[in-house]
């Protein structure tokens, strides 16, 4: 209501800098805490930035890593299993040198009951991440990561029911956008689209990977934020029972002997491979902040927006064509994106806190009162005084 009169009063007044000066302000005050309700803390947004970079640099990276016939010359099995090492390891250093040798000890004996937790996600995790190779030497970089965005609405599903936090109707609106997007990009596809028996397989296989993926995001933001502890604690038994589950996946490949052969491990010396168990370790850690300071539906619209950067990285490097279904695709991300930016999950504690006026109807209440009336005072002021000036 008070907007409206201000409204009004910069019509009919001749200072009409009052108004200009409130809607400034409004706007600003809007895109600060839409900001904020995105990215509570700087932290955040260098979080999400990172998250982006690191997964779209891992595609390209294995994609550079395959022969002239879409094959491996390496184990990669191996590949997730030194992976999965270097972030125990990591995670360990991280917490050492934030805290003392001693104090972790205690805390990974206090924290005994994160084994059994973590278990199944870090299973779920081994799945995704070994089925990674076998789908990019089906699918380019690009159409990887739009079919892997079959995952949002499941994430969106899955959120409400560890949470118990329902997504409102126009977030819901930008992840169906998001899936759109996905199935335009597909649908459109002539080189990979054929209704093949290996196709079938393939496209099987994404699925295992997007159900995976909900689920062990999912599962893991519930136990970071239901669960006391550092995140580096949790970390440690997250890629402890990792490690478990990699070499249990070589055993039962029947490569268990064959990872001490030389050649194995000489197949390992190269840049590139070097360069993605690098890579993986810095998503590992990356990924354990996202869910902890951010939450699962933006974690999915990150993975969308690799989307955009990925095909262009894809044309220059690969030369992969953009076709008009990826040019269809890219833009109903981008509107799905902005819908649900203007109405995000609040990853703040209270929804209340940090909420600007959505509309001029808002009501203002306490030191916004006090602080918007100083404003008009200070520019009714300013105003009449240049309105002074002028007339002599």
Not at 14 to 35: C, D, F, H, M
């Amino acid at each position: 209501q008070l907007y409206h009169l201000l409204f009004l009063y910069s019509v009919v007044s001749p200072y009409s800098t009052v108004s200009s000066g409130i809607n400034a302000e409004y706007g600003k005050q809007w895109l600060k805490n839409r900001y904020k309700k995105l990215f509570p803390k700087k932290r955040c947004a260098i979080i999400f930035v990172m998250y982006m970079a690191l997964f779209i640099t891992q595609g390209l990276a294995v994609t550079a890593t395959q022969n002239t016939d879409h094959r491996y010359e390496y184990n990669t099995t191996v590949v997730v299993l030194l992976g999965e090492v270097c972030k125990l390891l990591a995670a360990v250093i991280i917490y050492v040198c934030n805290h003392s040798w001693s104090e972790f000890k205690v805390e990974v004996a206090q924290r005994r009951n994160l084994f059994v937790l973590y278990f199944a996600p870090a299973a779920l995790y081994c799945l995704y991440n070994n089925l990674q190779f076998t789908s990019l030497t089906w699918f380019d970089p690009t159409s990887y990561f739009v079919l892997m965005q079959f995952r949002v609405v499941m994430t969106g599903v899955l959120f409400q029911i560890f949470f118990s936090k329902e997504l409102t109707p126009m977030q819901w609106l930008s992840l169906i956008l998001l899936t759109m997007g996905c199935i335009v990009q597909r649908l459109h596809e002539n080189d990979i689209g054929k209704l093949s028996l290996d196709v079938n397989i393939y496209l099987l296989l994404i699925l295992i990977q997007v159900l995976s993926s909900c689920f062990a995001g999912v599962y893991t933001e519930y136990i970071l934020k239901k669960q006391p502890g550092d995140v580096m604690i949790q970390n440690v038994y997250l890629y402890l029972n990792s490690v478990i589950c990699n070499a249990v996946l070589i055993g039962c490949n029947g490569q268990l002997g064959s990872i001490l052969q030389p050649d194995v491990w000489a197949a390992l010396c190269n840049f590139k491979v070097l360069y993605i168990i690098v890579n993986t370790t810095c998503i590992g850690i990356t990924v354990s902040l996202f869910l902890k300071y951010l939450n699962s539906i933006l974690k999915t619209f990150a993975s969308a927006l690799e989307i955009v950067f990925t095909a262009i990285l894809s044309y220059v490097i690969f030369g992969v064509s953009i076709d008009c279904g990826t040019v269809v695709s890219v833009l109903l991300i981008f509107i799905a994106t902005y819908l649900y930016s203007a109405n995000p999950v609040n990853n703040t504690r209270e929804d209340k806190a940090n909420s600007p006026p959505l509309s001029p109807s808002s009501s203002f209440k306490g030191s916004d009162m006090t602080e918007l009336g100083n404003h008009i005072s200070l520019d009714t002021t300013r105003s009449r005084a240049l309105s002074g000036s002028e007339n002599v």
